[in-house]
């Protein structure tokens, strides 16, 4: 018998690395999966999905060493309702300690006529074979009806209850396409918790997208009526507009517990680091307004907000800092500061680095002292991201750079690359000191990826400031981002590009599905 507690428990099931990664430019490589793992699993996430193993052989490496590799949390591999799709997802989870088994299957009306081209007696004899099949390789099987808010109603409820009787411990209702609104979704939740006789056997969860701006709310909405799993992403991440954002959800259950009274099993002070280390990885800025992980969530400029905040921060702020792991150092650093003091800041700043990645970050900083006068914490910030980008799968890297420009033409650079261990140097002309730069990349590494964004944004302010550049790059359907800081904004970019090269390298091994669901 449930107890009140169990009862008020939501599950936060985390598909950063699964629909997170499908953003355009978002792929991770298995180390950096790893290093995504080991945040969720410290954070206390509930449920990692990993992946879709039968996506691509660098999918299922991933899927299958997090499962290695976490102790505590479940993982959970995506598959198609198809045999060889749960074969597949079933052989990289059975090293995990908790395995789950997600399986989904279009079942409105849109979906199963022009994706699946399937009538749905068909569909729905698929989504009872699959769960059965699953459910003798895994004991936990979640089943998902793709574009779940979509669906028809009655098919919806004969659907979630032969899913149940075939063996699914858990049932998500995806918004698929962010179409719902909150009271709509909630409606939705209560009909099948009072439609189908056997919906007390599964949990209920919900799997909601951002296209309208409404996933946290879509997924609160179905919290307060009854559904007890929430799945999410780091910062958001996820296709077109994003998924709802784990920070969010978690810290609206928290603070709000006197209207929405439930719990989660997340460490909150985790939360910044792992939305800087995501973003690091990814190359995808949070915005700085962004709820709970932006720059500014606990920024205060406006005179009346300051002389409220010094006199008591409850006046404008509804939560701690501290209790999303920010820390309010009053910690300077500059030229001057030495090992303890920066690891120190790194600490307060949410990010932590091995002991080779911090001796590197720790030159590159001394670097960084040596020209600006003042540090700033979001300086360091973009310093780490920086160092995470550079780290591993480097083909190509920056040796030196040296362009000429101004109002006399041409604008040139001069460029030396290490490429694949070896020294090489050109000479290219081009619209200004980034495109010279650009093309001299080009001639040293030949490609067809088309640029399709180049964006530069000031770390902080001043004129010393460094430019965090971030460049996306397409090449057969495939997008990369790259991203990099310094206070060379020539540099940063030739560096940024760099990146994105050395990413699409990686992702030119991996081969997508036809279908990546939800």
């Known amino acids: 018998m449930k107890t009140e507690t169990d009862r008020n428990r939501v599950i936060i099931f985390d598909t950063t690395m699964r629909d997170g990664e499908q953003s355009p430019g978002c792929s991770m490589n298995l180390d950096e999966k790893l290093r995504v793992a080991e945040v969720l699993e410290e954070m ?11 996506a691509s052989n660098g999918d299922f490496e991933a899927v299958r060493e997090v499962s290695r590799a976490v102790k505590t949390s479940q993982v959970a591999g995506l598959a198609r309702a198809g045999r060889k799709d749960i074969d597949r997802a079933w052989e990289a989870l059975k090293f995990a300690r908790n395995p789950r088994i997600h399986i989904f299957i279009s079942t409105s009306a849109l979906h199963m006529r022009v994706k699946l081209r399937m009538e749905p007696e068909a569909v729905h004899a698929a989504l009872v074979d699959s769960i059965s099949y699953a459910r003798n390789l895994c004991e936990d099987v979640e089943w998902s009806p793709e574009d779940g808010s979509r669906t028809d109603h009655d098919f919806l409820c004969r ?14 209702i995806p918004d698929t396409v962010g179409y719902s609104v909150p009271q709509e979704f909630a409606e939705l939740i209560t009909m099948l918790r009072n439609r189908v006789p056997n919906i007390d056997k599964a949990v209920l969860s919900v799997h909601c997208h951002n296209d309208l701006g409404l996933a946290v709310a879509n997924s609160l909405a179905a919290v307060g009526a009854g559904a007890r799993q929430v799945e999410c992403t780091i910062n958001g991440i996820g296709e ?7 920070e969010e959800i978690v810290m609206a259950l928290r603070v709000r517990r006197d209207r929405i009274p439930y719990t989660t099993g997340i460490k909150t002070e985790c939360i910044t680091k792992a939305s800087r280390l995501l973003s ?6 949070v915005q700085p307004n962004k709820a ?20 008591d921060p409850s006046t404008y702020e509804i939560m701690t800092p501290e209790s999303v792991g920010l820390s309010r150092s009053a910690l300077v650093m500059g030229k001057h500061s030495g090992r303890h003091a920066f690891r120190s800041k790194l600490k307060d700043l949410g990010c932590e680095l091995g002991e080779n990645a911090l001796e590197d970050a720790f030159v590159r900083f001394k670097d960084l002292a040596d020209k600006k006068k003042q540090i700033f914490d979001e300086d360091i910030v ?6 995470n980008a550079r780290g591993g799968n480097e083909r190509f890297k920056l040796l030196s750079l040296k362009v000429t420009c101004g109002t006399f033409s041409p604008q040139t650079a ?6 694949d261990g070896e020294r090489k140097a050109t000479k290219a002309q081009g619209d200004g000191p980034v495109d010279a730069t650009f093309s001299a990349i080009h001639a040293l590494v030949p490609h067809t990826a088309q640029l399709k964004l180049y964006q530069v944004d000031a770390v902080t302010e001043g004129s010393d400031a460094q430019a965090g550049v971030t460049v996306r790059l397409e090449e057969n359907g495939k997008t990369v981002n790259g991203q990099a800081s310094d206070t060379d904004t020539v540099v940063s970019s030739c560096r940024a590009y760099l990146h994105a090269l050395n990413k699409l390298m990686v992702k030119r091994q991996k081969t997508a599905p036809a279908a990546l669901g939800m």
């Open 292 to 311: 709970i992980v932006g720059v500014n969530a606990f920024a205060h400029e406006s005179g009346i907000h300051q002389d409220g905040v010094l006199k």
């Open 44 to 54: 206390g996430v509930d449920v990692i999905e990993a992946g879709f193993p039968i």
């Open 240 to 246: 077109r507009a994003g998924n709802a954002a784990m």
């Open 280 to 285: 690091s990885i990814t190359g995808f800025t």
């Open 414 to 419: 001069e460029l030396e690359l290490e490429i």
């Open 159 to 172: 659907c979630v209850e032969s899913a149940i009787k075939a063996g699914a411990r858990t049932i998500n």
């Open 382 to 387: 973009a310093l780490v991201g920086d160092n």
